[in-house]
């Protein structure tokens, strides 16, 4: 939600839709009446976890808290948006609510470790992995979308041995990991098999902004 302050002040704007466009034009889904703002001033894109502010190419630029901002940036709640010289404060529906930002970013991750707990999740669900399975799969996590060779694996995953497995050992390991994944709607293709080297973690893929539903407009 979006509280108008200053001239605005009194005013409350609901940001239940995907994109809600603010300007002075009338399709703007709020609408500022400051002579200094664009037409199509700013956005503010809601994504399953977050809110995204994007300035549209506005000529008096848009600024959170007394500063410019550049590219997308996320909002925070009580943060002041300014719309040129109109402010208006962000309240964030999720902050009242008992559940960490953490972990409503992480239900959406295809796969995520916290290895402190000891304790692997693909889409916010635990995964039942041994503890071999669990051990190569945060070795790739923490390192997810570099390469870990296969001496690194065998010293990480079977210590007990000092390393000293065979590519056997590995391949059936890495199969019976990309099995579990499979099953929790992961793509199995996520650990990638990098020949004659070892294998990588694909990295999360980057939560996607709605894209712009018209050209930034002066």
């Known amino acids: 939600m979006l509280v108008g302050e200053g001239p605005a002040a009194g005013e409350q704007y609901l940001l239940d839709q995907l994109v809600t466009r603010i300007g002075r034009a009338e399709d703007c889904n709020i609408r500022v009446r400051d002579p200094l703002a664009s037409r199509r001033h700013a956005e503010i894109r809601r994504e399953s976890w977050r809110y995204l502010l994007v300035d549209l190419g506005s000529r008096n630029g848009t600024h959170v808290n007394g500063v410019p901002i550049t590219g997308q940036y996320q909002l ?4 002041t948006i300014f719309i040129a010289a109109t402010p208006l404060r962000f309240e964030d529906p999720n902050a009242t609510i008992a559940v ?14 916290d290895a ?17 399975e669990l051990a190569l799969l945060a ?7 570099t390469v870990c060779d296969k001496n690194e694996i065998a010293r990480a995953v079977w210590p007990e041995y000092d390393g000293l497995v065979s590519d056997y050992n590995i391949e059936t390991l890495v199969s019976r990991l990309r099995h579990k994944l499979d099953n929790a709607n992961v793509s199995p293709g996520s650990i990638v098999t990098v020949k004659k080297r070892g294998y990588r973690l694909s990295p999360a893929p980057v939560e996607t902004a709605v894209p712009a539903t018209a050209a930034p407009e002066q």
């Open 76 to 79: 925070q709640n009580g943060d």
């Open 139 to 145: 070795l790739l996590y923490d390192r997810r979308g």
């Open 116 to 132: 402190a707990a000891g304790e692997a999740y693909a889409y916010g669900r635990r995964l039942d992995l041994a503890p071999k």
């Open 100 to 113: 960490a930002r953490d972990a409503l970013r992480q239900a959406h991750l295809p796969v995520w470790v």
